[in-house]
Structure formats: structure tokens, C-alpha cells
T-cell receptor, first 119, second 115 residues
């Protein structure tokens, strides 16, 4: 089974430039997540999609970050303009949709991440 | 709001010895608890989870974790460490009582197994 795909793997930009990351989740996974992992910290959720709808974007810095999942499959995360503090690894994860009366929780599968360096 | 504490930045253990990586959590509802491992330049890999049932959970690569409700802990353990276990380990928690609460990760513990 193919895993979560992300590209690019590495990106170096200067502050105030724009950058976009792409994620293709595991086939059949309705839920998609974007995390930011700053060096020395655990991943922090930026946004969660269920199909093409946003479930949680409470920690997304909406003045500069945006994300979309137009067809409910792959997703893009954009930063415009980038700041020095945006340097981090951006992880995409996917899971089966939580469903049923017990809301069975399905574990998340992570992609390799995109390492962003802002100079 | 939920939170996770991993009190050790680094754990060193000799190959063949037992290892423990500590995790404590705080959550208002029922805790859903997870351990993930991260190897260099790779994404997080799921090791094991506790949702309900037996407090001792067995996972991948010989790892296990014990849920202790009174101590709000979910320590990761392995009876005999391997050099290949050297990696960054993350504990995570989710409030199982709420529909869409996010997974909250600890800051990670770097495990170094010495031959």
C-alpha cells in the first residue's frame, strides 16, 4: 500500500517570499491533516480536512497560511509571505474517517514531510 | 485543553537492556493515547495506541506501553533495546470524549541505544 506522499522534500526561500507544499494522502482516506513541526518540538496541527471541508483550522495563522483540498483527495498548503519563524518541517497525515456511534478513532499515517528553511 | 509532557529530552540505554520512555498527559475527557517514532528524514510512524480495554498495550517492533489512569501516565517500554531503536519518540493524546479534538503531541524524547 502506498503511503502519504509529499513534495517537495526540501525548500529554501527568503523571507517575504511565497511557498507551496503538496500532499497526496493514502487512497480512501477521507481525513487529511497538516502539521508544523519546529525543531525541538512535537508536531502541531495546523488544519484538518474531512473530504474537502475544513474540520479544524483554529491554529492556522490565517493571515499568511492557507490550505485547500478542492477535490477531497490531494491538498496544498501555502505560506505567503513567509517569515523566519516559519522554518520547520511540514507534515501531512491522513486517516480513515472517524465514523459510527462510537466514533472509532483511526490512527494517522504520516508522510515524510517538507523541510522549509526561511532565510 | 489536552496536553502531553515528556520529561526527558534524551534517554540513553545499552543494547540488550530494558528501556522506558516516559509520558504523562492531561485531558478533560477519556484519553486516547498514542506513541509514534520518527527516524531521520522520515515521517512519524505509528507504534501503538490505547483507546480502551487492557491497560497494557502491545505495539510494533516489540514495544509496549502501560496506561495508568491514577498517575495519568502512558510510558513506553521495551524489554530488550536494539541499536536500531535509536530514534525520536513522540507521545500524543486526544480527548476521546469530543468529536474532533486534535491530536496533541509532546515535544519528543530522543532515544539512543549504545552497542
Amino acid at each position: 500500500e502506498a503511503g502519504v506522499a509529499q513534495s517537495p522534500r526540501y525548500k529554501i526561500i527568503e523571507k517575504r517570499q511565497s511557498v507551496a507544499f503538496w500532499c497526496n494522502p493514502i487512497s480512501g482516506h477521507a481525513t487529511l491533516y497538516w502539521y508544523q513541526q519546529i525543531l525541538g518540538q512535537g508536531p502541531k496541527l495546523l488544519i484538518q480536512f474531512q473530504n474537502n471541508g475544513v474540520v479544524d483550522d483554529s491554529q492556522l495563522p490565517k493571515d499568511r497560511f492557507s490550505a485547500e483540498r478542492l477535490k477531497g483527495v490531494d491538498s496544498t498548503l501555502k505560506i505567503q509571505p513567509a517569515k523566519l519563524e516559519d522554518s520547520a518541517v511540514y507534515l501531512c497525515a491522513s486517516s480513515l474517517r472517524s465514523q459510527g456511534p462510537l466514533r472509532i478513532y483511526n490512527e494517522q499515517f504520516f508522510g515524510p514531510g517538507t523541510r522549509l528553511t526561511v532565510l | 485543553a489536552q496536553s502531553v509532557a515528556q520529561p526527558e529530552d534524551q534517554v540513553n540505554v545499552a543494547e540488550g537492556n530494558p528501556l522506558t520512555v516516559k509520558c504523562t498527559y492531561s485531558v478533560s475527557g477519556n484519553p486516547y493515547l498514542f506513541w509514534y517514532v520518527q527516524y531521520p528524514n522520515r515521517g512519524l510512524q505509528f507504534l501503538l495506541k490505547y483507546i480502551t480495554g487492557d491497560n497494557l498495550v502491545k505495539g510494533s517492533y516489540g514495544f509496549e506501553a502501560e496506561f495508568n489512569k491514577s498517575q495519568t501516565s502512558f510510558h513506553l517500554k521495551k524489554p530488550s533495546a536494539l541499536v536500531s531503536d535509536s530514534a525520536l519518540y513522540f507521545c500524543a493524546v486526544r480527548d476521546g470524549g469530543s468529536g474532533n479534538t486534535p491530536l496533541v503531541f509532546g515535544k519528543g524524547t530522543r532515544l539512543s541505544v549504545i552497542a
